[in-house]
T-cell receptor, first 116, second 116 residues
């Protein structure tokens, strides 16, 4: 069964460093998303991406964040200068994008980012 | 304002018993979708079940069923015949609009522990 994959599973970085989190969405899906979950808290939306551009972003997704689809399969989240409060589990998700149908978002296993 | 409310404290359930997890939501959009995800201790987010706002019948998926009461804006998840592997956090989420590029808003989750 197709699934969303994410690498790495765990990333440790120093404050101020840049990190790139990678995702491979399900191959026939058109919409891609990033969410984050700070330890013990609920899952929060960061950004959605369609047709090679950002469709929607939350207030969390400031200038430190960027997303890219560098090729036909990967979808990346870059954090330019990490802060301690960026420590969280980051989930990538994808959906078919068929309006009017279920359009379930399927999540990857997550990347746990630890900023020291 | 909270879009999704999950207020139950952690729950202990006897194996083979049924458990109901409460979820209430708030939206003024007539078209929306409600989702339940399971997050085991390993951290991944697993899609369980979906209910559309226009669906006439309550959704069912194996041992999972959704008690959808539209007038009360509630979408409770029922897990029948609990198994040890059902021990996890369970998140209710809502997508406003008709799918395709719409963010999910999550509740804070319900912790379930199944005891033998």
């Amino acid at each position: 069964e197709p699934e969303v994959t994410q690498t790495p599973s765990h990333q440790v970085t120093q404050m101020g460093q840049e990190v790139i989190l990678r995702c491979v969405p399900i191959s026939n899906h058109l919409y891609f998303y990033w969410y984050r979950q700070i330890l013990g808290q609920k899952v929060e939306f960061l950004v959605s991406f369609y047709n090679n551009e950002i469709s929607e972003k939350s207030e969390i997704f400031d200038d430190q964040f960027s997303v890219e689809r560098p090729d036909g399969s990967n979808f990346t989240l870059k954090i330019r200068s990490t802060k301690l409060e960026d420590s969280a589990m980051y989930f990538c998700a994808s959906s078919e994008g068929m309006a009017g149908r279920t359009d379930t978002q399927y999540f990857g296993p997550g990347t746990r980012l630890t900023v020291l | 304002a909270q879009k999704i409310t999950q207020t139950q404290p952690g729950m202990f359930v006897q194996e083979k018993e049924a458990v109901t997890l409460d979820c209430t939501y708030d939206t003024s959009d007539p078209s929306y979708g409600l989702f339940w995800y399971k997050q085991p201790s390993s951290g991944e987010m697993i899609f369980l079940i979906y209910q559309g706002s226009y669906d006439q019948q309550n959704a069912t998926e194996g041992r999972y069923s959704l008690n959808f009461q539209k007038a009360r804006k509630s979408a409770n998840l029922v897990i029948s015949a609990s198994q040890l592997g059902d021990s996890a956090m369970y998140f209710c989420a809502m997508r406003e609009g008709r799918g395709g590029n719409n963010r999910l808003a999550f509740g804070k989750g319900n912790q379930v522990v199944v005891i033998p």
